[in-house]
Structures are given as structure tokens and as C-alpha cells.
């Protein structure tokens, strides 16, 4: 599966963001997704995954209630919607097809260029 980030960008506390994924390579539906993200020094974090069919998500606690994992199978797309957005949300932010649960996982494809949101106070 090859992956390309997108959407980032420099926006106000309070604003809203929308990222999209974009996969090639391989059957998309097959794979659970995730967004992930990363401060420089800190590990990578996974903060919303989705089932291969959609059906299922789950998120982190630091974004819970405020982004929203979706995708389009049809498209090969996957997307985060990201409101309430605050500056603790800055980060370089990547998406992968995955195995395993929010707080233990492993990826299955090379990591793409990633896309950065940076959250102005």
C-alpha cells in the first residue's frame, strides 16, 4: 500500500481541519487505517483508528470527542475531520494500514511524507 497525506495547515485554536489519506497499491477495504501523529521527541501515536468496513472506530483520549475517523472505500480515501483543535494538536500527522488496538499496534506499509497541522493559541 503506498499512502498520501494531505489537508494540513495553519489554523486557529477553536479551528477546524480536514485530512484526507490516500492509498494505492493495494485492496484498501482489506485494511484496518489509522491516523497517526508526532511531536519531535515523542513517539508516534496512533489517535483514531477504522475497521477495513468502516463500521468500527475508536480514538485516543487526547482527541476523543473532537476528530472524527471516516473512509470511502470506493475512493480508496481515508479522512480525519478535526475540530475544537488546540495547540497541543500540532504535529506532523500520517496515515497507515494497521494491525492491532489504539495503544498497541503495528503498521503494515512504509510510512508516507506525512502532513503537518500546526494550532495557533
Known amino acids: 500500500v503506498q499512502l498520501v497525506e494531505s489537508g494540513g495547515g495553519l489554523v486557529q485554536a477553536g479551528g477546524s481541519l480536514r485530512l484526507s489519506c490516500g492509498a494505492s497499491g493495494s485492496t484498501f477495504s482489506n485494511y484496518a487505517m489509522g491516523w497517526f501523529r508526532q511531536t519531535p521527541g515523542k513517539e508516534r501515536e496512533l489517535v483514531a483508528t477504522i475497521t477495513g468496513d468502516g463500521r468500527s472506530t475508536a480514538y485516543s483520549d487526547s482527541v476523543k470527542g473532537r476528530f472524527t475517523i471516516s473512509r470511502d472505500n470506493t475512493k480508496d480515501t481515508m479522512y480525519l475531520q478535526m475540530d475544537s483543535l488546540k495547540p497541543e494538536d500540532t504535529a506532523l500527522y500520517y496515515c497507515?494500514?494497521?494491525?492491532?488496538?489504539?495503544?498497541?499496534?503495528?503498521?503494515?506499509?512504509?510510512w508516507g511524507q506525512g502532513t503537518q497541522v500546526t494550532v495557533s493559541s
Open positions: 497507515n494500514a494497521h494491525w492491532g488496538t489504539i495503544r498497541l499496534w503495528g503498521v503494515i506499509a512504509e
